[in-house]
């Protein structure tokens, strides 16, 4: 291979040499970053709640019939809400709870271990009456579910004696998920853990995610409502929704009931991550383009540039192939620079976005990904040029000297 | 001069308009894409109160748990809002021009059957300085005055949506207005008014709307309202009532803004919070080392990160797509003027100095830079436009002023950093050899 004239000639016109290889240089940095972006976000969305999110619908009920101001009967009618609820074709499950499931927040307390001196470490925290882990659709992995006795004390103004903890949690505390029987203390009352629940995943304001504790209880009040988890049978969402809709206005025609699909929520939840990933495409794919099309740019340039030349090569006895070699050579070896610098270019921009922006990381892999596709990307591009180069007549050099 | 090489830059541009394209298309999507990007970080980050942001302060005060600080990345985070106990203390200080204490609710709205059913609303308590602080503009009536906030007097101030809603957009100052068991004297109807960042609650929503209904605070204990937004607390209360609630000093849930205009006021301000809190420790509460913040508005968005990151990063990455472009344009531009050698050398011979065949070509790269960049804002309005419809709870992005001056700026570097060396190049070439080979 012809390297050495090759790489003379490209001193000759080094601006277009140097154009190359920035533009390379700077594509890679961007197009890389963006992927790793995307990833990054990508990794986000994937991550599994670990409940039945398809098939969950949330039922809000907003009492403004002056009878719901008395707490006691709002607990009371939770009881026949459930009913009413479970009794519609289509419901699967239903629990009452302040739990709903990708709102990006929730409530949180601080808990420990009953008895401990330790920094109390902080947790989300809900409250549910009815059948939670039919509704959510995860698994109680050791221990029981809330039985009636556990809701036998003072729901107004006391505190439920048992708990419910995620396995995150108790590892969290104990450093076993085996903990059935042991106890916490959240400040306000101890608690005997009674079941463990697994998996949960809730994103939280707050590194949590995955830390929680359920109390046996009844949620409402006048203020904010009462509450409601549904599961429905796969692909009833919609007739479901209309069924209860009526259903909960036969039963008390007091209140505004809003319903929405969890899935909404949590798309609602993604839409900003979603948006990035669509931008970050779709600026990869124009730079891609805009490089490529560079490329042909300045290749066609230094091919007409260079037509005389071209000419007395062939007149001297170089093929068609020989000067299509030339040029792609040429080019391979530009590209080539150009990565090498971009790689450069890809780990600073890197470090100034996670240093001043936020970000993760750069993965290697996405680097050597993308050298691969900028060197095709190059190659194909300077086919068109370097083929009228080779298609250059050898007359053309005896022409007009 | 100017005007003459303005017509031979057209000239040049309509005899290869294939090349012409090419060269307006590199600029447009460079120009797009680094505007609508910066533009859509710059609607978060942009000061939401000119001329006056520098003098409001949002107040934060340390009473979190002694053991442990307030969960965030810095070791001296603190609660985002405050107390109603300590809000009440706050109030009495005279030392601002104006001050106002917030939350958020949901309240019942009763109308007229007639016009509506009953249905739940976002409310904002607040006093009466929060409309004249933050610029709240109005369409009939105002907001109440400090009398109304004293008594209080039972007034309310509605948005636009809300008076269309329920008085079908009429002048409806004077009109009563059901909510929860009470019922209030319209004394204000707001302009349209949709912020894209609700800078005067950055807790929880930053980027929702302005709620619908506006009451005195001062209700907040005759009606026993609760905040609908976020609520922090580490101390286990017992409380058995409303008023017990309100008393627990350590459960925080209400913004506190002051109008401080000087920057005397402001030390004096800090002075007062500072005492406040070391004569609060004597009686026990704000046990954690001292530490109180006192923010002017875009402090206080920059310490609530509303930007998201994302954004930023998008609007860096943009700006190198531009750069790429740029490079690009560099290599046509080249091509087109080295190609126009032989003219140019007969220009050259007959007596054109190289400045004015400098000046020649650097007008034409900027005749594309302001045409493609012009092309390049339109279609950054349309893509824009596009992302205001899937931005979720329609979030505004309005292309203002500067950013429209920095994109044709952008377009302006754009053409001449692209422009100058081909155009040295072109002007900087011997005449001579290039006549020889015609």
């Known amino acids: ?401 | 001069m100017l005007l003459y090489n303005i017509r031979i830059a057209a000239k040049s541009l309509r005899r290869n308009p294939y090349m012409t394209a090419l060269l307006l298309a590199a600029i447009a999507l460079g120009i797009c894409v680094s505007t609508t990007f910066t533009t859509l970080r710059h609607a978060f980050a942009k000061d939401p109160l000119p001329g006056k942001s520098s003098k409001v302060f949002y107040v934060r005060m340390d009473n979190w748990d002694p053991a442990q600080p307030y969960p965030g990345d810095d070791p001296k985070s603190l609660p985002p809002q405050i107390s109603y106990a300590d809000m009440r203390e706050l109030m009495k200080s005279t030392i601002p021009t104006r001050q106002t204490a917030l939350f958020i609710s949901r309240l019942f709205i009763t109308p007229d059957p007639k016009v509506a059913k009953p249905y739940q609303e976002n409310v904002r308590l607040a006093f009466s300085d929060f409309f004249t602080m933050f610029d709240v503009p109005f369409q009939y009536g105002s907001g109440w005055d400090r009398k109304a906030d004293a008594k209080p007097e039972a007034v309310v101030v509605i948005d636009d949506a809300t008076n269309k809603k329920l008085f079908a957009g009429a002048n409806s100052v004077g009109k009563t207005l059901r909510i929860d068991d009470r019922v209030f004297k319209v004394v204000g109807v707001l302009a349209p008014w949709r912020p894209t960042v609700r800078y005067y609650d950055l807790n929880g929503g930053a980027v929702n709307a302005p709620e619908a209904i506006y009451l005195p605070l001062n209700f907040t204990p005759l009606m026993q309202i609760r905040s609908g937004g976020n609520s922090d607390g580490w101390r286990n209360y017992t409380i058995n009532s409303f008023e017990e609630f309100l008393k627990a000093a350590d459960i925080d849930w209400i913004q506190f803004w002051v109008e401080l205009p000087t920057p005397e006021k402001q030390q004096a301000y800090r002075d007062f919070i500072d005492n406040y809190v070391r004569d609060q420790k004597k009686h026990g509460r704000f046990e954690r080392p001292l530490n109180n913040r006192v923010t002017n508005l875009m402090e206080t968005i920059g310490d609530f990160k509303v930007v998201l990151p994302q954004l930023s990063a998008m609007a860096a990455v943009s700006v190198l797509f531009l750069a790429v472009c740029s490079l690009n344009l560099v290599g046509l531009l080249l091509g087109k003027f080295l190609a126009r050698a032989p003219e140019v050398s007969v220009r050259r011979a007959l007596g054109a100095s190289r400045g004015q065949v400098f000046l020649q070509h650097i007008v034409e790269c900027e005749v594309v830079g302001i045409i493609g960049g012009a092309l390049g804002m339109l279609l950054s309005f349309g893509v824009l436009k596009f992302l205001t419809k899937v931005l979720p709870g329609s979030i505004p992005i309005q292309i203002d002023g500067t950013m429209i001056l920095s994109a044709v700026f952008l377009s302006l570097v754009a053409g001449f950093v692209a422009g100058v060396y081909p155009a040295w190049r072109i002007c900087t070439m011997p005449p001579a050899i290039q006549l020889k080979l015609q």
């Open chain 1, 1 to 401: 291979m012809p390297i050495g004239p090759i790489f003379r000639a490209m001193t000759h016109n080094r601006t277009r040499v140097l154009l190359i290889i920035l533009e390379i240089a700077f594509t890679l940095a961007i197009v890389t970053n963006c992927v790793n972006m995307i990833v990054d976000e990508r990794s986000k969305m994937m991550k599994q709640s670990g409940f039945d999110d398809d098939n969950l619908l949330f039922l809000r009920s907003a009492p403004f019939a002056p009878e719901f101001r008395e707490q006691q009967y709002i607990l009371n009618h939770v009881d026949s809400d459930l009913r009413v609820l479970r009794a519609i074709p289509g419901v699967k499950s239903a629990v009452n709870t302040n739990f709903i499931p990708w709102q990006g927040g929730g409530s949180s307390t601080t808990v420990k271990i009953a008895g401990s001196k330790d920094v109390p470490v902080r947790s989300q925290v809900y409250y549910n009456k009815g059948d939670l882990f039919g509704t959510l659709g995860t698994k109680l992995i050791e221990g029981r579910d809330f039985v009636p006795n556990d809701f036998d004390y003072d729901q107004v103004n006391g505190n439920p004696k048992v708990v419910i903890v995620s396995k995150k949690l108790a590892e969290l505390l104990f450093k076993t998920p085996h903990v059935i029987g042991r106890q916490i203390d959240d400040g306000q009352a101890v608690y005997t853990i009674v079941g463990v629940l697994d998996p949960f995943y809730n994103p939280y304001g707050w590194p949590i995610h995955e830390y929680v504790f359920f109390g046996p209880s009844t949620v409402g009040s006048f203020a904010r409502g009462t509450r409601f988890l549904i599961r429905v049978e796969p692909g009833a969402m919609k007739s479901t929704i209309a069924a209860i809709e009526s259903a909960m206005t036969k039963s008390n025609s007091g209140r505004v009931l809003t319903m929405t699909p969890i899935d909404e929520i949590k798309s609602n939840f993604f839409s900003g991550g979603r948006l990035v990933m669509k931008a970050m495409t779709a600026v990869i794919a124009l730079l891609v383009f805009v490089t490529a099309l560079g490329i042909i740019g300045i290749t066609s340039l230094s091919v007409s540039e260079r037509t005389k030349q071209i000419g007395t090569r062939r007149a001297l006895g170089a093929t068609r192939r020989n000067i299509l070699t030339h040029f792609i050579l040429e080019n391979w070896m530009v590209t080539t620079a150009g990565l090498v610098l971009g790689i450069a270019a890809t780990y600073g921009l890197n470090f100034l976005l996670v240093t001043h922006v936020s970000g993760v990381k750069m993965d290697w892999r996405y680097v050597a990904v993308g050298m691969v596709l900028l060197w095709v990307n190059g190659l194909i591009a300077t086919i068109p040029p370097a083929m009228r180069g080779a298609s250059v007549s050898p007359a053309v050099a005896t022409r007009s000297v």
